[in-house]
């Protein structure tokens, strides 16, 4: 009975991911494919406790308000896309702050449909459904005493937050740059983006372990990338058995690591809606957009650290 309680948050992750993908090839909508839903399934699943400080209703509320958000810039919004993303961004980080979480997959949720253009209501749709499941599944999970019930403290936006908020759209929209105008997106994918905003928050313990959370997103990229390219573009098996194989290899290697990082299975999940083309330089666009943004986060900590020490130095002078 242990053995299955330990196995129970694994099998409800593998059962949505299968779920989402065989909704998408049935209805042929590969806007009902959400790469988030697997980060969240991590955060929210598979952790030993919550990754997040929010309410389930908040958090669904959260992350809703953003994907109404992202797909309203798309649709109403009539600006090139180099303008559209630090305004998404803005957006997610607005929905985030007023729900006094600190539910950073947000900002995924609304810069995703601008890169993709997407229009669809449907893509609302699969964020707020899916989103639902899982935290009927969490709830699940609490009755049956498998996980802790999370604990909830409003987060107070300070001076202090909301200039380091400014710092980190600033410095994501400065890195976003290049890409968009190649047109190289996945170098900026969302989920690097959120990985960003985690390790250069205040007090972020991830950045202690920037190694690990590389690594576990390139491991996302690559076994993303090799499921679909071995089980359905060389065998021909539907892309839910893909989606299965990718996310049981990140739940092994976040499991194996001690480190519940969620951005790692969105990246997993995200070469289930690109094109067969770009699939062999995925990988490497992904690796190359998580050493800048992970250098771009260490920079920004690291000048919050000098600027903090300053000001302490400082203070008994005035």
């Known amino acids: 009975m242990n053995r299955f309680k330990k196995m129970l948050p694994a099998f409800f992750s593998l059962a949505l ?3 989402m993908v065989t909704a998408s090839e049935l209805l042929h909508d590969k806007e009902i494919i959400f790469p988030e839903i697997t980060a969240i399934t ?3 699943l598979a952790a030993p406790k919550q990754s997040w400080n929010a309410l389930k209703l908040r958090l669904l509320l959260t992350i809703t308000a ?3 958000s992202g797909v309203g810039l798309v649709v109403f919004i009539p600006l090139a896309l180099v303008f559209k993303i630090p305004l998404a961004m803005l957006c ?3 929905c985030v702050t007023i729900s006094g979480t600190d539910f950073l997959p947000t900002i995924s949720a609304c810069v995703l449909p601008v890169l993709l253009e997407t229009r669809s209501p449907v893509y609302i749709g699969t964020v707020v459904v899916m989103t639902s499941l899982i935290l009927l599944a969490q709830l699940l999970l609490e009755k049956l005493g498998i996980r802790d019930k999370s604990t ?3 987060v107070k936006p300070d001076r202090q937050l909301l200039m380091l908020r400014i710092r980190q759209i600033i410095a994501a929209s400065l890195i976003c740059i290049m890409p ?6 996945f170098f900026i994918a969302p989920p690097l983006i959120v990985t960003f905003f985690e390790m250069s928050k205040s007090q972020s313990k991830l950045m202690e372990h920037s190694y690990k959370a590389a690594l576990l997103i ?3 990229a690559v076994s993303g990338v090799l499921s679909r390219f071995v089980f359905t573009e060389k065998f021909g098996l539907p892309l839910a058995v893909s989606a299965m194989a990718a996310t049981a290899v990140i739940l092994v290697s976040v499991s194996r690591t001690k480190m519940y990082f969620p951005p790692c299975g969105a990246i997993a999940t995200l070469p289930f809606i690109i094109s067969e083309g770009a699939l062999l330089k995925f990988p490497f666009e992904i690796t190359v957009g998580a050493l800048v943004f992970v250098a771009f986060a260490y920079a920004l900590s690291k000048e919050r650290r000098i600027a903090i020490k300053v000001k302490r130095r400082l203070r008994p002078q005035n």
């Open 92 to 94: 997610a980080i607005t």
């Open 218 to 220: 390139i491991i996302g």
């Open 42 to 44: 991590i955060g929210a």
């Open 152 to 154: 909830f403290t409003p």
């Open 66 to 68: 953003a994907a109404v």
């Open 180 to 185: 968009v105008m190649t047109n190289e997106i």
């Open 17 to 19: 991911a299968a779920g």
